[in-house]
């Protein structure tokens, strides 16, 4: 047998120093299900988070404390990762590449100057890369499992802008049409229902083109008839109760439904609106055909088939009735492919970019979404003054981002309750 060389005794022994401490630093700090956290993952993520907190004149707090919640943040971030992955969630290369080129280009930079501008920070760039595949990851997660219970209802979008949306609309004048279709006091049940039916007529012709003012000085019971049924400017309080709501939610332009009262049927008229930020939008009133591809039919066959129809409705033929008879959209085949009118965000990104190039009654080569190959032709184009639809989005959102908040708090907690978690207090 050999003899070990006093030399090689130290080395085993420098060795066996050297493995002691990395098990030291990469102790396990807690147990996460079939998952682990380490120390060193803690440290550095305790101590990214204090450099953050300095940069922002922020102080730090006491390093025990900081370290016990950094902690529960890593135990919350690997159970959600957990469970995304027996999810099947998971982000893919090209996800990765685009979200972090996106984040380049809001911060005006390209992906190179963007990574060096990390380093330069003392960032490295795989671990950004990393943290954002787990923010997408997660954030997938929280949308499967909370965004899509999430729900607005009409009705909580009327009483926010009842109760709190009427705040600063102090400053808002709105001018009125009003028309009257009057009921006798007493009247029986087919006077109320003639008077009703009259009402809704009017609304019907006005709505479709009929001049207020001349349809007010005809059919109107009010005493301002005469005057073409115009109440003036008047601002929210000065309007009478019985419109406030219906008034509050009107756009520029709009008609209401007849609004029920002891007189009879009132329609209201949004004639103008000023004090309120605008928001305005281009809408578009377009028509298509779809062709789906499938085993039958592929892309090449697709486009073959709406140039074919494309040359006959520029031969004369009727696009709506093409649309009909050959349209996959069956939604909107039956209406002559007629998509209504619509605004910006409505469609799919490929078909609103074609849309939006095309002029008044052209029709588009075949264009390409997820759902197939279309032609496109665009009917009409006009301006709109969307204020009032754009708030109540805004709302919708407010409520909508309130309600994920309160619900995400609640699913986080239900998580970590549910969860086997083995903390090491001792040796934070």
Do not use: C
């Not at 298509?288 to 494309?310: F, P, Q, S, V």
Request: net charge neutral; glycine share 6%; hydrophobic share 40%.
């Amino acid at each position: 047998m050999k003899r070990i060389s006093y030399l090689t005794i130290l080395l085993l022994l420098l060795l066996n120093s050297l493995s002691a401490g990395a098990q030291l630093l990469d102790r396990i700090v807690a147990v996460v299900e079939d998952d682990v956290i380490l120390d060193r993952e803690l440290s550095e993520e305790a101590y990214a988070i204090a450099q953050k907190l300095r940069a922002n004149n922020v102080m730090v707090p006491p390093k025990f404390v900081l370290r016990k919640q950094v902690l529960e943040r890593l135990i919350l971030d690997k159970l959600q990762r957990q469970m995304a992955e027996k999810s099947g969630i998971s982000v893919s290369d090209e996800m990765l590449r685009a979200s972090v080129a996106d984040i380049a280009a809001r911060n005006n930079m390209t992906v190179e100057q963007f990574r060096n501008e990390l380093q330069n920070q003392g960032m490295d760039f795989a671990k950004f890369q990393e943290s954002i595949r787990n923010e997408i990851i997660i954030n997938q997660l929280r949308a499967r499992e909370i965004g899509s219970r999430i729900k607005v209802t009409d009705r909580e979008v009327a009483h926010y802008l009842e109760t709190q949306g009427r705040v600063g609309q102090e400053k808002i004048k709105y001018r009125l049409g009003h028309i009257l279709i009057s009921v006798p006091e007493a009247a029986s049940a087919t006077v109320i229902q003639k008077a009703s039916d009259k009402a809704r007529r009017v609304v019907n012709e006005l709505r479709g083109g009929e001049n207020f003012k001349q349809m007010a000085m005809s059919v109107s019971d009010s005493g301002n008839a005469l005057g073409g049924g115009d109440l003036g400017w008047r601002t929210l309080g000065q309007i009478p109760t019985l419109f406030v709501d219906t008034v509050s939610k009107m756009s520029r332009g709009e008609v209401s439904d007849p609004i029920r009262s002891p007189s009879g049927f009132h329609i209201i008229k949004m004639l103008e609106m000023e004090g309120m930020e605008k928001h305005i939008v281009t809408k578009t009133k377009v028509r298509h055909i779809l062709i789906k591809t499938n085993e039958l039919i592929d892309d090449e066959e697709a486009k073959k088939r709406l140039l074919a129809l494309k040359q006959r409705i520029m031969d004369g033929d009727d696009f709506a009735t093409l649309a009909k008879s050959h349209s996959d959209d069956k939604g909107s085949a039956i209406k002559g492919g007629d998509l209504d009118w619509v605004g910006p965000g409505a469609l799919v990104p490929p078909f609103e970019a074609a849309m939006n190039k095309l002029v008044i009654n052209e029709i588009s080569d075949p264009v390409q979404t997820q759902f197939g190959w279309h032609i496109i032709q665009v009917l009409d184009r006009e301006k709109r003054d969307n204020s009032v639809e754009f708030k109540k989005n805004q709302v919708r959102e407010e409520i909508r981002n309130r309600k994920i908040e309160e619900e995400t708090e609640l699913w986080l907690r239900r998580l970590r309750d549910e969860a086997f978690v083995d903390i090491n207090l001792d040796r934070l």
